[in-house]
């Protein structure tokens, strides 16, 4: 949550190498161990515009990807409070923790893959969410960053808890207990 390349914007990637290619295995494999729908490369601390998505839909039905350089267009959010039950959300930023957020129920995302072929996707409700949550990443923006006031003092105590929000704080998915 503290490190400096968390809240900077990330830079676009200019060229795919095997470097890339490698990092977004490596964060393949991370986002499975965390658990997670989705990794921004500012998470593993690599500040440039990639991240990768993993969602099973209610059938089972597999949606897996990676976008390099994207760019998020949205619907404007329904106005109001968010509803617990069905807006909550987590991120491994913040890990073990979950809050409400208002999102766009429907984004147009276009990149390019591992290849440098054009990506269009359009998707509406959790990948909707997805989408937008990994693409604040690459902006610097945390979705703690956008709570309310009262989620955000909750946020602050846990951090000051767990002693997160200091740079180079981290945790291993996988690997390191959330609860130690």
């Known amino acids: 949550m503290g490190d400096p390349v968390l809240h ?14 490698t990092l977004v295995a490596d964060m393949f494999e991370t986002m499975d161990a965390a658990p997670g729908v989705g990794l921004a490369a500012p998470q593993v601390g690599v500040g440039l515009r990639i991240y990768t998505y993993s969602y099973q839909d209610d059938d089972g039905q597999p949606w897996r990807g990676v976008i390099l350089n ?18 909550s959300e987590g991120c491994l930023s913040f890990p073990g ?3 409400a957020l208002r999102r766009s129920d429907e984004v147009l995302v276009t990149g390019i893959d591992l290849d440098g072929e054009p990506i269009r996707i359009q998707v509406d409700g959790w990948r909707a969410r997805i989408m937008q949550h990994e693409f604040d990443h690459l902006d610097g923006i945390l979705y703690v960053d956008r709570l309310d006031d009262g989620d955000w003092k909750t946020v602050q ?20 207990d959330l609860d130690a």
């Open 8 to 21: 900077s914007p990330a830079d676009p990637v200019s060229e795919i190498t095997d470097e890339i290619r």
């Open 70 to 87: 994207p760019e998020l267009w949205m619907r404007p959010s329904v106005p109001g409070a968010p509803d617990p039950d069905d807006e």
């Open 157 to 176: 105590k846990i951090a000051r808890k767990r002693g997160w929000g200091r740079p180079g704080a981290s945790w291993t998915p996988g690997i390191d």
């Open 97 to 99: 923790e979950r809050f």
